[in-house]
């Protein structure tokens, strides 16, 4: 991979918005986040527009001369660390299922809202209505998302779904290697790099960060015994794990040049 490899068109939010998400808690100085949004050649005065904008939609605050998330984006980065820990449990063999109560009188925000609220827990929709997955996660994961399930379906744990699913195409879990080998691939590229403090890879790390964060929010976490040969999850959060290492060294540098 070319460290002067063309990198998508991001905007000033999208960048800041993944910092943020990056910083645990998240929250950074103004002006480090004003340094960073410089790798993609935003201007100052375009990043503190951004910011303000985060701040009218709700996403952000002002706290001690910095940006804090807050709401949704906060929400999101739960489930992103979750999806990095990758926590499950032993698996006996039951499923979780959520049948969605039939009420077409329900408005299209609030249909949306429990379709998401459906796949951040993971689950998939085996037939029109019927959701689920195997029982190997915490009951307690995403309580937001779990509300809102509860208002429009009815809940059974313990399940035994007779015959029971094809877990492969319910999740897709050929296209999921696929791209998780791809993205391996790609800091594999640029680790070298990074680890040599080159600062020229940090543009193209960032997008291949988000990349890797986004795609292991969709991992299903379905219990090995179901999982396919070489199944690459682990592999590519330890991965991540030192790409992520050496990428956060080189743009400690660069942010303490900030003015």
């Known amino acids: 991979m070319s460290l002067d490899r063309k990198t998508p068109q991001l905007t000033a939010r999208s960048v800041l918005a993944s910092v943020l998400l990056g910083t645990d808690p998240p929250w950074l100085p103004t002006r480090l986040l004003v340094r960073t949004a410089e790798v993609f050649g935003i201007s100052e005065g375009t990043a503190r527009t951004a910011l303000s904008r985060m701040v009218t939609a709700g996403e952000a605050e002002t706290v001690r001369g910095g940006y804090q998330l807050i709401g949704r984006l906060v929400v999101r980065q739960d489930r992103q660390l979750a999806s990095r820990r990758a926590v499950t449990l032993p698996w006996d063999g039951t499923w979780e299922l959520a049948a969605v109560d039939a009420d077409g ?106 990349d890797v964060l986004r795609h292991l929010q969709a991992d299903a976490l379905l219990p090995p015994e179901l999982l396919p040969p070489g199944w690459p999850g682990d592999a590519l959060r330890t991965e991540y794990d030192r790409y992520d290492r050496a990428y956060r060294a080189v743009l400690r540098g660069w942010l303490a040049e900030a003015p």
């Open 105 to 210: 009188s329900r408005p299209a925000a609030d249909r949306a809202a429990l379709r998401e609220a459906l796949y951040q827990l993971r689950l998939v929709e085996l037939r029109e209505g019927l959701w689920g997955r195997p029982d190997n996660l915490e009951p307690s994961r995403s309580p937001a998302a779990s509300a809102v399930v509860a208002t429009w379906c009815r809940w059974w744990r313990g399940a035994r779904p007779d015959p029971a699913p094809e877990v492969g195409p319910l999740w897709d879990l050929d296209g999921w290697a696929a791209r998780a080998e791809e993205l391996r691939d790609e800091m594999l590229a640029l680790l070298l790099p990074l680890e040599d403090d080159d600062r020229r890879a940090l543009a193209a790390g960032f997008v291949t960060s988000a």
